[in-house]
C-alpha cells in the first residue's frame, strides 16, 4: 500500500486538498497515530489500462490501485509530525505550498511567498532528522565502547554523513546512496529522505498557465533536489468540479482547456514520483491493478497478491497489455505465442498481465 503524507502551513488549502483527494473513499478515519491525530483517506490511482481491461472481461469487482493520504488538521511544519506514525511510514511527502490570493484568508506567514514556504519547510524536514541522527549517534558511540552493537562503525560513518549533510542544509534524499545504505536508513524513517511532490496551489486566474506553474513561482531551485517534483492545482476549481456530475465536469474542464482534473495529476504523481509501477491480474472474478516498485521481480510480485503464491511460485503466464487488448482475449494471444512462461527472477513489466502458477 502506497502512503502519502500532506503537509503545509495552515491557509495553504491543505486539508481541503486531502478532502477533495479521498472523498470517493470509504476508508476515511480520523485515528490516534503516535501523539497526535491523523485523518487516513484513500485515492485510486487512475490507469485507462484498467478501465479497458474491464470493459473486456465484465468481471464482478473492479479494484484499482491506491494511494493512501495523511492530514494532521492545522499542521504548520514537521514538528508536529515527528512521533506521528503515519508520517514516519509515508512512502512520500507532498508539501502544500499556497500561491493564491485571497484577502479574507489571511496568509500564516504574512505574505504569499512560495520559495519562502518550501525553504522554511525544507528546514524544518532537515532540522527534525538532524534531532534524531545526533540521538542515534550519540547512542552509537555510548554502544561502541561497550562493543555490544554489531556493525556499529558502518552505521556511524553513514550517519556521520547524513548528518554533515543536514547541518550543510541538505536533505537526505539527494544523496547519492548506495542501495544497502538506503536499507539502513529506512528503519530511522527520516523526514527529508523520502520523496517530496510540491503541490502548487494555484489562484484560479492563473490555471492555464499551470504549465509554467514552477516559472511563475520560482520554485525552479527548490526542484533542483533529487525525488522532488511539482505539481500545479487550484483547490477552488478542483472543489467546483467535485461539486458537478461526470458529464457537467468535463464539459467544464475543457472550457478551461483541461485533458484532466488536477487531483488526476496529483494522484498519478505521487505514484509515479514513488517509481511504482502496476501489473494487472484479470478474470470473471476480479479485474485489478497491482502496486510494485520498478524493477520488481516475478516471486516478489507474486507475493503482493499473497505470500501463499509466493513461497509456492512456479511460474508466471505474462501478456503484455497491448497484446492482451490488440487480440482480444488470452486464449488469441496464446495462439498467437504472446503469452510467456517466466521464471522467478522476470523483471515484471508496467502493464504486464500476470497469471501465476504456484504449488500449494
Not at 502512503?3 to 476508508?27: E, H, V
Not at 547524513?162 to 542544509?169: I, K, S, T
Not at 496529483?266 to 484479470?282: D, N, Q
Not at 487488448?325 to 527472477?345: M, P, Q
Request: with cysteine.
Amino acid at each position: 500500500m502506497l502512503r502519502a503524507g500532506l503537509i503545509g502551513l495552515p491557509s495553504t488549502g491543505k486539508t481541503t486538498l486531502f478532502t477533495l483527494l479521498s472523498r470517493s473513499s470509504r476508508n476515511n478515519s480520523p485515528g490516534r497515530l503516535g501523539r497526535a491525530e491523523a485523518n487516513l483517506g484513500s485515492a485510486e490511482v487512475p490507469d485507462e489500462r484498467l478501465d479497458r481491461l474491464t470493459e473486456m472481461f465484465q468481471p464482478e469487482k473492479r479494484v484499482a490501485a491506491t494511494v493512501v493520504f495523511a492530514d494532521i488538521v492545522g499542521t504548520t511544519g514537521p514538528r508536529s509530525l515527528i512521533d506521528v506514525a503515519a508520517y514516519r511510514e509515508a512512502n512520500a511527502l507532498l508539501h502544500v505550498i499556497r500561491a493564491f490570493h485571497a484577502e479574507e484568508v489571511p496568509h500564516a506567514a504574512n505574505g504569499i511567498d512560495p520559495v519562502r514556504d518550501a525553504r522554511n519547510m525544507e528546514d524544518e524536514l532537515i532540522l527534525a532528522d538532524l534531532s534524531v541522527a545526533e540521538r542515534r549517534l550519540d547512542r552509537l558511540a555510548h554502544d561502541m565502547k561497550k562493543g555490544t552493537v554489531k556493525n556499529a562503525e558502518h552505521e556511524a560513518r553513514l550517519l556521520g554523513e547524513c548528518r554533515q549533510a543536514l547541518e550543510n542544509g541538505t536533505p537526505i534524499r539527494s544523496l547519492q546512496l548506495e542501495p544497502e545504505a538506503n536499507s539502513l536508513l529506512r528503519g530511522f524513517q527520516f523526514l527529508s529522505a523520502k520523496p517530496l511532490l510540491l503541490l502548487i496551489n494555484l489562484d484560479e486566474a492563473h490555471i492555464q498557465e499551470s504549465s509554467r506553474a514552477v516559472e511563475l513561482t520560482k520554485l525552479t531551485e527548490s526542484l533542483s533536489h533529487a525525488s522532488t517534483h511539482a505539481v500545479p492545482v487550484c483547490a477552488k476549481i478542483e472543489l467546483e468540479i467535485a461539486q458537478l456530475e461526470a458529464e457537467d465536469a468535463q464539459v467544464f474542464l475543457a472550457d478551461l482547456d483541461l485533458r484532466e482534473t488536477g487531483l488526476t495529476r496529483v494522484v498519478r504523481a505521487a505514484y509515479e514520483l514513488l517509481g511504482y509501477i502496476s501489473f494487472f491480474t484479470v478474470g470473471k472474478d476480479e479485474c485489478r491493478a497491482w502496486s510494485i516498485p520498478r524493477g520488481t521481480v516475478a516471486r516478489d510480485a507474486a507475493g503482493e497478491i499473497h505470500t501463499d503464491i509466493q513461497h509456492g511460485f512456479i511460474r508466471a503466464e505474462v501478456v503484455s497489455y497491448e497484446n492482451l487488448t490488440a487480440r482480444g482475449s488470452i486464449n488469441e494471444c496464446r495462439d498467437h505465442g504472446e503469452v510467456r512462461l517466466e521464471g522467478k527472477n522476470y523483471v515484471v513489466q508496467d502493464g504486464d498481465v500476470i497469471n501465476f502458477r504456484f504449488s500449494k
